[in-house]
């Protein structure tokens, strides 16, 4: 099956995708920040032989998507949840599982905030946090370059040390995604922290996954360079065996699917079938 490469707007902004395989069995993938929807490669060939479908986008101001007209209102996590939202409904994919990384993963529980229609939640290289700021003091560690996360104009140098610790601590970055790095409009990272910082409009997210009472998998690697491995540990889940939904990948850091991505393809596969199967 092939996977094809699509573009759209969104009311004032431009959209590139990715979308093959069945709209009512789509897994909904969410890149992190400064990254695309590139990242999710090792994935999608495992993903469509298996017979579910795919939707991939490059978030604005990233990858071949536009940057935004608004950035202080457009680069936040409630208007990315709103495109992602948006670009579900206008190419008709139903009741999806979401799978988002770092960025991504926080995405897809703002769009679990904001409607119970997803049949199932994939996340990593993403704590869930609370609205309460000790939770990101708790969950998210100071590395060398996590200051990078909100500035728009870091250096060459700053950004691709931050880069390389986005895609881990076992792998060299491929070139086009790195290219996607630099290529990311600055303004989307310095504005959506401080939007964050201001907590408006956004959920609970610790509330959210703990909560949570379909098919739930967070997968978290002990070498994150940027979260706290022992954070996960503290979450407690309304149902099911926190040993089938918590998965740590030993000597991983920050982007399993990319350096674990077989591992990480079997885990997935495994949630995406129970999630279709209720």
Same mark, same amino acid.
């Given at each position: ?5 699509? *573009?759209?707007? $969104? ?15 789509? $897994?909904?993938?969410?890149? %992190? ?10 994935? #999608? ?5 298996? %017979? ?29 949840? *709103? ?10 994919? !139903? ?16 769009? $679990? ?9 994939? !996340?990593? %290289? ?7 700021? *000790? ?26 040390? #931050? ?56 997968? #978290? ?58």
């Amino acid at each position: 099956m092939t996977l094809l490469e699509q *573009e759209l707007s $969104i009311g004032t902004q431009h959209i590139a995708y990715y979308s093959s395989g069945p709209m009512d069995r789509t $897994i909904v993938f969410i890149h %992190g920040n400064s990254s695309c929807k590139d990242a999710f490669q090792r994935q #999608y060939p495992a993903v469509l032989e298996a %017979g579910y479908g795919v939707l991939a986008l490059d978030l604005p101001g990233h990858g071949k998507s536009s940057d935004a007209p608004h950035p202080e209102t457009d680069y936040t996590l409630p208007a990315y949840a *709103e495109i992602v939202q948006a670009l579900c409904r206008q190419i008709g994919v !139903i009741n999806p599982v979401l799978f988002g990384w770092s960025l991504g993963g926080h995405i897809a529980l703002q769009m $679990i905030g904001n409607s119970a229609h997803y049949a199932g939640l994939v !996340i990593c %290289g993403t704590p869930p946090i609370g609205l309460n700021p *000790e939770d990101a003091a708790l969950a998210f560690l100071p590395s060398e370059f996590s200051a990078v996360t909100g500035e728009e104009t870091p250096g060459d140098t700053r950004l691709a040390g #931050y880069i390389a610790d986005m895609y881990g601590t076992t792998t060299v970055v491929p070139e086009p995604l790195l290219q996607a790095g630099f290529r990311t409009d600055g303004r989307s990272r310095a504005n959506m922290v401080a939007h964050w910082q201001t907590g408006a409009g956004l959920h609970d997210q610790r509330a959210i996954v703990e909560a949570w009472n379909k098919p739930l998998l967070i997968v #978290y690697g002990t070498e994150d360079a940027f979260v706290s491995a022992s954070y996960f540990e503290s979450l407690t889940f309304s149902s099911g065996e926190p040993g089938s939904t918590l998965k740590m990948l030993d000597q991983i850091g920050h982007a399993p699917f990319l350096e674990a991505p077989n591992v990480f393809n079997d885990l997935l596969i495994e949630c995406v079938a129970r999630s279709f199967a209720t």
